[in-house]
């Protein structure tokens, strides 16, 4: 029987071309007005000085050679921040010294997707064209996808750990507030759902989510049940879509609180009004519930947001008909300690993490990224191969040419 299955050569022509199509849209979805760069960039102010010096150099030199250029990282993980580098380099390429910029089609670029995942020392990008119209190039490129690609990644492996269960991206109060957004797009990248601010979200239409901090808590002297009817008061009369979920940690007394919410909630709204509580206890704290119980859980600790919490939480709830109040944790949570409450069942509705998926963390220790650096080699030169040893060309066919247009 003849097989209708198409050959190897095919099929990778297919996803090939399938890859192409996906850069374009990617690529109409993200031009480079969206990402706002600063106009110094093409004077070289963000770079590191030495390239400029070399295009300098050369200049004196009467040399301008076509070159290759090849970006790689020496880590396993998520690529983002390539579509923002391809904008880098199409809008941002030197003066010729002739009066006019190099155009950007004196440029050509081959690149993986955002998203992609990637292998230790796989070429994520080549770059060919004339050395001077991009050498100041190198230290912007490398820095976005650098930084993107370690939220990306990060926040995958959190995915991962949490097992189909939604993650809150939290990172905005932790880093300046000039990359929330680019940290927000990465974070997207990487699989996250949702991002705690508008600012985030910018770049693929999401807005921040989230209900109430610790300050709504105190504005109301701290009585939660009142910060609570409040804020759903509020909700739906001026953001009926938003979920209430409320902040049930303040007075380190999870389990009353909850329940004097939960209570307080149904009484004034109806029952399925409150969506869910969130817990952010201190891991300096054990919380009052458990106080005592020390002696019932040998070995383990019960400060913090610990599952023998959470579990009692689930348990009160039920008990009193509130088994559709789902429990959202947040406060140092990691990929580890999330494989660690998957793996024990813990009654978990939704997961917040934030400061870990930047760089703040332990490294493998915490099952996170601390840096994800990448390299740029200049690695052919007037179509000769030419660079440092051990650093040549590594051609990859999942490379996308892009086509300016």
Do not use: C
């Not at 590191?48 to 030199?61: G, I, P, V």
């Not at 770059?127 to 993107?148: M, Q």
């Not at 009585?223 to 739906?236: C, G, P, Q």
């Not at 963390?361 to 990448?374: C, M, P, R, S, V």
């Amino acid at each position: 029987m003849t097989s209708t299955l198409p050959s190897t050569g095919a099929t990778h022509a297919g996803a090939a071309a399938d890859r192409a199509v996906a850069l374009r849209a990617a690529l109409a979805r993200f031009p480079a007005s969206l990402f706002q760069f600063d106009p110094r960039i093409r004077e070289g102010w963000l770079s590191d000085r030495y390239f400029l010096r070399t295009a300098a150099t050369l200049a004196l030199a009467g040399r301008d050679p076509h070159v290759i250029l090849q970006l790689f990282a020496k880590h396993r993980g998520v690529v983002a921040g390539l579509y923002e580098g391809v904008r880098l380099l199409e809008t941002q390429l030197a003066d010729a010294g002739d009066g006019g910029l190099y155009p950007h089609e004196a440029v050509a670029v081959e690149t993986l997707l955002d998203g992609d995942a990637i292998e230790p020392w796989e070429t994520v990008m080549l770059v060919r064209g004339p050395y001077r119209a991009f050498a100041h190039l190198e230290t912007p490129l490398l820095g976005v996808i650098a930084r993107r690609t370690l939220v990306a990644s990060n926040v995958r492996r959190v995915i991962d750990a949490a097992a189909g269960k939604p993650v809150i991206f939290m990172g905005a109060r932790h880093d300046d507030w000039r990359v929330q957004t680019p940290d927000g797009y990465a974070a997207m990248v990487g699989g996250a759902g949702s991002v705690s601010s508008d600012a985030g979200g910018a770049w693929w239409g999401a807005r921040g989510v989230g209900t109430m901090p610790h300050a709504m808590i105190a504005a109301f002297d701290g009585d939660v049940v009142a910060a609570t009817l409040a804020f759903t008061r509020y909700v739906r009369e001026r953001e009926p879509d938003v979920q209430v979920v409320s902040l049930v940690d303040y007075h380190n007394d999870v389990v009353a609180d909850s329940l004097a919410v939960a209570r307080a909630v149904r009484r004034e709204f109806g029952a399925g009004v409150l969506s869910g509580v969130r817990v952010d206890t201190s891991e300096r704290l054990v919380d009052r519930s458990l106080a005592g119980a020390e002696e019932r859980y040998p070995g383990e600790t019960l400060r913090g947001v610990a599952p023998q919490l959470v579990r009692l939480l689930r348990a009160a709830l039920d008990a009193e008909g509130f088994g559709d109040v789902g429990i959202v944790v947040s406060g140092g949570f990691t990929p580890r300690r999330i494989q660690r409450f998957e793996r024990d069942q813990v009654p978990v509705m939704a997961y917040g993490v934030g400061s870990s998926l930047l760089g703040h963390n332990n490294g493998e220790a915490d099952g996170l990224l601390a840096n994800f650096d990448f390299t740029a080699d200049v690695v052919e030169v007037e179509g000769r191969p030419e660079s440092k040893v051990g650093r040549g060309l590594r051609p990859n066919d999942r490379l996308v040419r892009v086509e300016w247009g």
